[in-house]
């Protein structure tokens, strides 16, 4: 009977993984589209994209973000991603956005390990992680309005990278403890590509900012 629920739990983290593995590649595509989008448009696709966020997790209690949410919400991500990839690209190089991208997911794959392999439940970082998201959004909406220097950009990114890692543990940490039933496996596969692309653009602006500093 163990032995079944281990399999059980094993085919649902590897489902959970393909379909993150399906969006990064939608997100992608979205990425190469990116470029061809007016920059009016991204403001309003910016905006889709929050309200996504915000419908998804409320979707989640009734269990009803399904397959084509995900991967649309990953398409629309991959092409507001664009003008920050541009950006950093062409202050700093395409050597710094294959850095970060690596970093990623080096970071993604040995954290992601070690929470799948925990026999300790870290469902108490909740509460920290959602203050920390909640404190980092703040900020972010606070540099749009009133820009942060180099040096409060670069700590922010740094606290951002390591607020994402450990969502990283933490999210993969929960498929293993948690009873992670079929119709949940969109929402989980979102969760992770939520944790990988914020991973992704603080260690693009970490990278961005000190190679341009140089």
Sequence with gaps: MQATVHESKQSIMQRILTVFVFTLLIATVGLFIGQFVPIALMLPLSILEVGMIILAFWMRRRKAVGYAFVYTFAFVSGITLFPIVSHYASIAGAYVV???????????????????????????????????????????????????????????????????????????????????????????????????????????????ILSSDD
């Design 98 to 208: 294959l850095e970060a991208f690596g970093s990623t997911f080096i970071i993604f794959a040995v954290l992601g390990t070690i929470g799948a392999k925990m026999k300790k439940d870290l469902s108490f970082l909740w509460s920290f992680l959602l203050v920390a998201v909640l404190a980092l959004a703040v900020v972010g909406i606070f540099n749009i309005f009133s820009p942060l220097n180099s040096a409060a950009m670069m700590a922010y990114s740094v606290i951002g990278t390591i607020v994402f890692s450990l969502y990283i543990l933490y999210d993969l940490n929960q498929i293993k403890h948690r009873h992670i039933t079929e119709d949940l496996i969109p929402v989980m596969a979102l969760s992770l590509y939520l944790d990988f692309i914020n991973l992704f653009i603080n260690l693009l602006r970490f990278f961005g």
